[in-house]
């Protein structure tokens, strides 16, 4: 089997000696060896390179210094200068079990997949890091691009990873190879560990904003950036009729005459112009795209009756029995209840976190950490959702 299958593993390095050395040495411990370990080197110092040159190594070791770049350029390089056959993904952070590359040949040797995809569980040691994991990955294993296995020709045939953007390209790259010829398959078992989730609540913050905001204009999570849209449309739907009262009317410098004008106006030049996009440029109407934007505007327009509704139905009538005290502030609070109970309990419960871990309060915790991320990603969501049809012209005008 070794003389058959010949496998360079490609790893991106940045800036992190002390994880490269322990996932090579994990790589010397496979049950089947690989045949090279390729590492593109992104760093700003020269500590990979040094210990690459001291590094006792049963399997060869190929070091590639590069520029500045993204992990997927520097995966792509890697391929690129792959001696054998068959490619295997990792990065630095990401440590195999002892029988990952065993059992996935052995995967590919008696079945016809010719893609396997990696399956990853993150790891939780601190006490911020378990709130953390708790909130957005669980304790399950996801699929990833990491620990993935393909022939190199395939790779390169498929169009290689997305480049030129710091998060989402792996997201794409399978849901492409999935949509083709490839014959794929994402093991149920647990294959890898992901070792480095933030260990500062600012730190997340940052990386899950600043990830979103890169991964935003590709064609990936669409679902998830129009629900974000339709919750950031209907808190605008809230907050900007009442800003002017908010701010202290005209003798504010915060006052804005017309707003809600302004606010509908602008409302409507999005939804016409992001409608000629797809209807002009892209000639083709999805179905989803309408029923997306069907879906945020009864959501907006149901916030906005909420809001009006005293006015409207019951005339400010205070006897009259459709007349409903602190309707807005009811709404806005089931609202946040709402998301509370699902990013604190449901989400996960779903994703197996000990139950004993989240009762009798942690999973409160949980649902505001969860809550707060949202927060976070959410520019970036929306952002995508707004600029994915230009995103898609612009592309077209490039080919």
Known sequence: MKDKFRVSVVIPVLNDAVSTKEVISSLNQQAFLPSEIILVDSSENNEVETLVKDLDSRVPVVYKRIGQAFPYEATNRGAELANYEWLAF??????PKRTWLKDYIETIKNTDKEVIFGVTQYVANTRFQKVLRASTYGAIGHETAPGSLMKKKDFID?????????SGGDIEWRERIKASKYKDKTPKKIYLTYSALPTHFFSAMRKFFIYQMHGATLNIQNTVKDIY??????????????????????????YMPNITKIYLSALVVLFISTLLVNRVFLKKISNSFFSNILKTLIFLFFSFSVYKWNAVIAGWVEDSVWYVPNITKIYIGSLLIASLVYRGLYFPLKHEVNREYLFPFKWIEVGFMGLLFDLAKSPGYLIGSILIPYKRVKSMKKN
């Open 90 to 95: 990792l990065d630095v952070t990401t440590i």
């Open 158 to 166: 498929s169009g290689k990873i997305i480049e030129g953007v710091r």
């Open 229 to 254: 849209l339709g919750l950031a449309l209907i808190l605008s739907a809230i907050i900007i009729p009442k800003w002017n009262s908010l701010v202290g009317w005209e003798k504010s410098p915060l």
